[in-house]
Nanobody, 125 residues
Framework: VQLQASGGGLVQAGGSLRLSCAASGRTLSSYTMGWFRQTPGKEREFVASINWSGLSTYHADSVKGRFTISRDNAKNTVYLQMNSLKPEDTAVYYC???????????????????WGQGTQVTVSS
């Protein structure tokens, strides 16, 4: 599975961005999908996850109420809607594909076998 993340950019605090993760080579419809982020010198941080059907989602406490993960299996794409952005949200955001046909989400990076190249999100104060 090849994943391509897009939609990052520079935005002022309080603004919004929508990240997209598109796949080629294989359908994403059976995979748990996740978004992670990383800043220089820090470990990769879990942001949000969605199970294969879209019925189970989870967001990290740091983004809960501001970010929303969703998926459109017909378009083979996963999204991360980011609202009320803060400077501390600045990071490279990665999408990842994990276990197949599981009923729940997963926050464990080690369970994701496929990773996209990342897209930079910069939030200015």
């Amino acid at each position: 599975v090849q994943l391509q993340a897009s939609g990052g950019g520079l935005v002022q605090a309080g603004g919004s961005l929508r990240l997209s993760c598109a796949a080629s080579g294989r359908t994403l419809s059976s995979y748990t999908m996740g978004w992670f982020r990383q800043t220089p010198g820090k470990e990769r941080e879990f942001v949000a996850s969605i199970n294969w059907s879209g019925l189970s989602t989870y967001h990290a406490d740091s983004v809960k109420g501001r970010f929303t993960i969703s998926r459109d299996n017909a378009k083979n794409t996963v999204y991360l809607q980011m609202n009320s952005l803060k400077p501390e949200d600045t990071a490279v955001y990665y999408c990842a594909a994990g276990p197949q046909y599981e009923s729940s989400w997963s926050a464990a990076a080690r369970r994701y076998a496929y990773w996209g190249q990342g897209t930079q999100v910069t939030v200015s104060s």
